[in-house]
């Protein structure tokens, strides 16, 4: 594993009990920062955070409130959050357009895309007023090409593209840098939510012939947490083993 110094910074990853936001804590917590997990498995959070030596607290990310509450716990904690990574997300039904659930629909659009906006709508204050933040959001490959099948999911993915877009203008003059992850589909429990049928079509479309691992997002999400990536903001980071076509 490469070095990647994150010593003595605060780091908030949503939905770090399990999947990519586990991997993350754990190579952030390796790297020398102290994480909050923020996950609605109040449990699995906590022995997360016991594990890796930080702060949990019970999330719901479309709930400005519990948010805004678990910030000042956060910070209360561990200190100022210097890094965001806003990765909780579900899947959602595997439906075509015209079969797909309408309050499936809301839900996906209000976790996975308005809850992304919220966690940096409550960060980015105190961040622009120590001049210095790094908010990573995990998008998908999904939010790219769009896949058949997941329309909702694709759509959030697609909108979280757009909103890093945005946020990182507005804030490319200060010292906060907003970026986007768009991964290939990872083995992970989000896959329960899914058919086989859907599992082998994205398989498919990948030219590597496997799935990323969590370990290599970490890696990513690694940098463009650091103060390394100084320059890089509003951007989009491809990690889909040769599947993304732009």
Known sequence: ?????????????????????????????ASGARIAVWDVDQPEAEAVARRLGGYAARVDVTDYDAIRTALAGTEAALGPVDILVANAGISGPNATVEDYPIEAWRRVIEIDLTGVFLCCRAVVPGMRSRDYGRIVNIASIAGKEGNPNAAAYSAAKAGVIGFTKSLGKELAATGVRVNCITPAAARTAIFEQMTQQQIDYMLSKIPAGRFVRVEEIASLAAWLASEECSFSTGAVFDISGGRATY
């Open 1 to 29: 594993m490469n070095q990647i110094d994150l010593s003595n910074r605060v780091a908030v990853v949503t939905g770090g009990a399990r999947g990519i936001g586990l991997a993350i804590a754990e190579r952030f917590a």
